[in-house]
């Protein structure tokens, strides 16, 4: 089990550096074929969070619970 949680940890830390970068691509390059459209996407997670009200927000309390984000 300590397999699959640590596991599972390290592909989240590389998953937000991988995010982190695509962001710092796009504001450096533009949209570039590689990084897509990464600020669009998270506008638009943002903004459907947002619209559904208190469902949005137990949704974005659980992924500040899974990246541990105080």
Known sequence: MKTVVGFVNGLTGVLVAVLGLG???QIVIGD???AGDVIGN???YV???G?????????L???MGVLNIK
Do not use: P, Q, T, Y
């Open 23 to 25: 962001i710092v691509a």
């Open 61 to 63: 309390l659980i992924i």
């Open 47 to 49: 903004d459907m969070l």
């Open 42 to 44: 998270i506008m638009m």
């Open 32 to 34: 570039a074929w590689f």
């Open 51 to 59: 619209e559904n009200g208190l469902a949005g927000l137990v949704v």
